[in-house]
Structure formats: structure tokens, C-alpha cells
């Protein structure tokens, strides 16, 4: 895709399809967001892993993991769409990207780095303190080891009681 020019900043915003990241793009154009910045959507994910066979079925078990991939693929491409319409109606300078990766966290990092993007604002699952600590979350991730700033915006409910 091509680069766009801009003389702003450049911000980085991880989405998922969820509502807590639909949430903290919202959070970006209405809070955030400076006619010259330059904004990229960003989509990570990993392919399901592909079923193992050595009998007779690996084909079926092939179209089978293609066609799910297709599907998923597919869906991804209309959230990423439904970003797009926004940044066009809002007349943001964006770039989507989808990343195949794993893990996100280590994704989003690296895509802030390649993009030199100077924050990161993402959404949260809004995991409890004791999920958070034994199995970490990507925003958690993403804290820790970006080298820019990360706004983390809580979801949907939590944002709604605060204000």
C-alpha cells in the first residue's frame, strides 16, 4: 500500500473486530485526532494451524483449513472495510494494514517500529488483575515493550461509567 505524506504524527491503532477496539478508534477521532495526522489501522492475527494428517484425508482436511481461512480472511477484510468508510467520511489520512503474526503484541511493536509511528492507542479486553497476571494480555504486551507512548482506552462500559 502506499505511504502516505503527512506532517503529523503518525498513529498506530490495533483492531481486532471487537467493541473495545471499535472503542479506542472512536476514542481517536473524537479526542485524539489532529487534521495532519497520519493514522494505521492495524490488523494482526495468525492462521488457524493447519490440521495434521498422514492418512488418506490430508486432502479434506486441506480444503477444509482453506475454506476456513477464506472465511476469516474475508471477514477481516469487511471490519478493516468498515475502518476504511470511517477514516474516508472523517477525512483522515489512514493506512490499513493486516499482519499475519503472532503474537500480536510482538506484532503491533514491531509494525510501530517499521512505521516509526509515534503512539499507540489500543483497546483493552478488560481482563481481571488475576487473568491479566497468569496469562497477560496483549495491550499489557504492548506497554511493556513499545518504545512510544501507548494510550490504552478501556472499553465501552468502563469508559461510559467514568464520564
Known amino acids: 500500500m502506499a505511504e502516505i505524506k503527512s506532517s503529523g504524527r503518525t498513529v498506530l491503532i490495533p483492531v481486532d473486530g471487537s467493541e473495545n477496539a471499535s472503542t479506542a478508534f472512536q476514542f481517536y477521532i473524537d479526542a485524539v485526532h489532529q487534521p495532519e495526522d497520519r493514522l494505521i489501522v492495524l490488523h494482526a492475527f495468525e492462521l488457524p494451524p493447519l490440521p495434521y494428517s498422514s ?3 490430508v486432502f479434506a482436511y486441506y480444503e477444509e483449513w482453506s475454506q476456513m481461512v477464506k472465511e476469516t480472511r474475508e471477514g477481516q477484510e469487511a471490519m478493516l472495510k468498515s ?3 470511517q477514516c474516508k467520511e472523517k477525512n483522515v489520512h489512514y493506512q490499513v494494514l ?3 503474526g503472532k503474537p500480536a503484541g510482538e506484532v503491533i511493536c514491531k ?3 517499521d512505521e516509526k509511528a509515534d503512539l499507540i492507542i489500543m483497546g483493552t479486553r ?3 488483575l488475576l487473568r491479566r497476571t497468569l496469562i497477560g494480555s496483549v495491550s499489557d504486551y504492548v506497554v511493556h515493550h513499545a518504545h512510544i507512548p501507548v ?3 478501556p472499553g465501552p462500559q468502563k469508559l461510559k461509567q467514568e464520564t
Open 55 to 57: 492418512g488418506p484425508f
Open 151 to 153: 494510550g490504552v482506552v
Open 111 to 113: 509494525v510501530s517500529e
Open 83 to 85: 475502518y476504511e468508510d
Open 98 to 100: 493486516m499482519v499475519v
Open 126 to 128: 478488560g481482563q481481571g
